[in-house]
Every structure is written in C-alpha cells, then in structure tokens.
C-alpha cells in the first residue's frame, strides 16, 4: 500500500485552516448566544431593552444580575444599565429555594407588563459555584487529553500530520511481533507430522 496522500500536503493543509475556523466560528456563535437557546425562540435581553415598547405585553425571556432586592430588578447588562424589575421573582424561582440576593445571575421569563416591569413565570438562578465547577472540570479534561496526545503523538511538519512518538509505535510492534512469533510457532506445529511422515 503506498504511503503517498491521495490529495497531497496541500489540501491537508486546507482542511485543517477549515476545521479551525469553523471551531473558532461556533466558538464565538456559542458565546453569543441565549443561555438556553434550545429552549426557548423568545425575545431575550439582546433584543428587549433596545426596543421596549415593541415587546410591551408580549412574553420575552430576561437574563441579568440582581442589583436590588425588594423588589428584585436585574441588569441586563455587565455596565448595570438595561434595567428590570421582576415581579414575583422569588416564588417563580425554580432550582432553589433561597431567596434572591444582590448579584446572582437570573434568567427569568413571563410577561413584559410594561417598559421596566416583568411579570415573572418561572425563573433559574445560576450559582456562581457551578460556574467555577464546570470551568475547573473542563480545565481539567483539556490537560488530560492534552498530556495523553503530548505523551503517544507528535506533529510532523514535513507531512503536517500527527503521527506516533517512538516508544507508542515499539509498543505496538512488540504487540504485532509476539502475535506473529505465535502464529509462526503455530503453523510450525502443524506442518511437523506431515515432514514426520515423508521421512519415514
């Protein structure tokens, strides 16, 4: 089989520019996007707080940080400008049952009762613990997979593909060695009667 690429270095180089770009793409699309884009198609804090009186009666989805608490009004942006108050913030609160508290971050959705007002349904508040949780764990997955692919593979800039480090292809072939040893050894065995039979 012959070791030549079908399509050349060329193309390989292409490929990998795309795959690069498209990652950095849905990087950044994924970042811009609604906390709960599968969830829910309705107008949210990107939209809102730039049109109000558009939204004035119809439901609409708000993230923000709580910057007062009685009542509860949310920011819907990091200057603390965009500004809500959420009516019955408390009681539509689902994943917890502590009351809200300056700075926790709150997504709620209901009714736009007027150009400051919404009338909350239900309403989730992200703990900044599982922020720190979810980063520390996918840190910890990258440098795992990282050290794995450092260990076992190297990049070859001559044909500008990963291929295997030394030892992790020894191993390998120490594996092939002792599995082709036995197969010899085998057939050995087989072949020993009949060569037996034409010396007699």
Known sequence: MS???????????????????????????AGASPAEP????LPDETEVPND????????VVLGGE??????????????????????????AVQNTDDPLEVGDQVTASGTLED???????RATVQEPGDTR???????????????????????????LAFVPRERARSRGYSS??????????????LEAPAGGDRGG
């Not at 599968?38 to 198609?41: A, C, D, L, R, T």
């Not at 150009?115 to 349904?121: D, F, N, P, V, W």
């Not at 949780?133 to 910890?140: A, D, E, H, P, Q």
């Open 3 to 29: 070791s030549r690429e079908p399509f050349g270095q060329g193309v390989r180089l292409a490929a990998i520019v795309l795959v690069v770009a498209a990652l950095a793409g849905l990087i950044v699309w």
């Open 38 to 41: 599968m969830e829910s198609e």
């Open 52 to 59: 109000r009186a558009d939204y004035v009666g119809e439901e």
């Open 66 to 91: 709580v910057v007062e608490t009685d009542p509860v009004v949310i920011a819907t942006r990091a200057s603390g400008y965009g500004q809500f108050t959420v009516l019955e913030a408390n009681a």
């Open 115 to 121: 150009e400051e007002t919404l009338a909350a349904e």
């Open 133 to 159: 949780y979810m980063m520390l764990i996918s840190l910890l997955g990258g440098f795992l997979v990282v050290g794995r692919v450092l260990r076992d593979w190297r990049f070859d800039l001559e044909r």
């Open 176 to 189: 092939d060695s002792a599995a082709e040893d036995g197969r010899e050894r085998t057939d050995d065995a």
